[in-house]
């Protein structure tokens, strides 16, 4: 018989038993909520530097013409002499042009012509900028004149400030698709009476490696005072105008107009130079005020946009520029609808445009040269040679301080070119191959270079734009001088 106090003692130790193993569960549950101490390698953060890519740029390519006879025909009237720089560039061409049909009237002249080039910058290149200048004088019965530009990169969007599509002027858009995919493209134009619907402007397919040549004049028919963007839906493309002149029987003015990629709402046109304007406003009063100086202006936008721009005239790179700058052109433009200021009283000089607007602007100036004592033609007909020539100059894009630029000047073709340099805001400083420039605040400095050479620039201090202007008897142009495309930034890779 079990007595009383062993039957406690065994429950006793029974109920300790059983809650020593609740205790046991319940610290094995807690062990299980509470995260234990975790051991991770340290993993830094990798920084990757993309490697740089190809880099390739379009050039505007022959000067057009038409063919003679009954149906004309587009056709190249000239060739370029191209001009590159950068160290280990390549050269070749686009695949095709409608500017080079497989099929021409009999009468056709014959010209030696390739469809535009395009120059590139490869990776495994020594340099790491790359430049190129088209330039062509051209003496024919219906295009005469000097003509230069730069090539430039494929972009999604561009303008083109400049032409006339009136009696005795033609003008062509040009695109240029040196991209590895077609391109769609649609052209939205713009005049003094506002946006111009043209049924063909949309749509417009530009094969890759091929150079599209669409007429403006079929576009926007009699129009002084157009203005083309240009936005690729598709691909990108290389975006110039060309217009040539011809007033009665005599040709007189041939010009490329370079495109500006975006409007924006400060402008800088560093080069516009301004020669014996006592003559060609004596020329004007026969042949046309088209010949005088002329700002043009558009406000894309709705709204409108209240601009102000500075005209300052440049000094050399060794005196002070002129103290006494032109009274600002202050003026409100209506959204969509292009101004044209005619500017007959600018005196001679190397000016430089410095527009300021509310709201993004694109601009263009239109300048004019004449030869004040041409050659007279020979044979029973007699009279004088062409002498009139004209430009229609485009924004040039803002270098950044501390940025390095490549440009070049052209094949001069009996021409001198000069360097202009503007900066809009704020005072810099440009080794032009070391040599030092200082450029003013809202000034500008003009410095004579040599024909087909490199210029690399670098820029310290403010931004800074830059052109090079080409002139001589019944000859003027200008070509810009691009910023690098920004490379593509480090990526950096964080550990998780």
Known sequence: MTNARSIALISGRAGLSLLAAAAAVALGAAALLVPGPRITPEVAAVTVTPDRADQSIACPGGVFGLTPGQNPQLTVAAMPRLVTAGTGAAIATLEGSDALPDELPAETPVVAADPPAVVTLPVTAPDDLVAAVDSARV??????????????PASRTAWLVGGDTTVGRTSWVSLANPGPVDATVDLALFGADGPIAAPGSTGIIVPSGYQRVVALDGLAVDQASPVVGVTARAGSVTATLQMSVVRGLEPGGLTIVSAAETATTRLVLPAVPVIDPETVQQRAASAGPDLLPTLRMLAPLDGGADVT??????????????????????????GGTVLDLPLPELPAGDWAFLVDATAPVVAGVRVSVVDGDPDSLPGPVGGFAPSIDQQWIAASPIIPAGVTALGVVGDLAGTTARLHLAAPSEAATVDLDGRL???????????????????RIAVDGGDVSASVSYRGDAAIATARILAPRAAQPPLVILPQ
């Not at 003496?139 to 430039?152: K, N, P």
């Not at 420039?437 to 210029?455: N, Q």
């Open 139 to 152: 003496r024919s019965a219906d295009v005469f004149g000097f003509a230069a530009a730069e090539c430039a």
């Open 309 to 334: 721009v500075r005209i300052v005239r440049a000094g050399s790179g060794d005196t002070e520029p002129d103290a006494s700058p032109l009274p600002p052109i202050i003026a409100s433009l209506d």
């Open 437 to 455: 420039i200082d450029v003013p605040a809202g000034g500008s400095v003009v410095l004579p270079v040599a024909g087909s050479t490199p210029l």
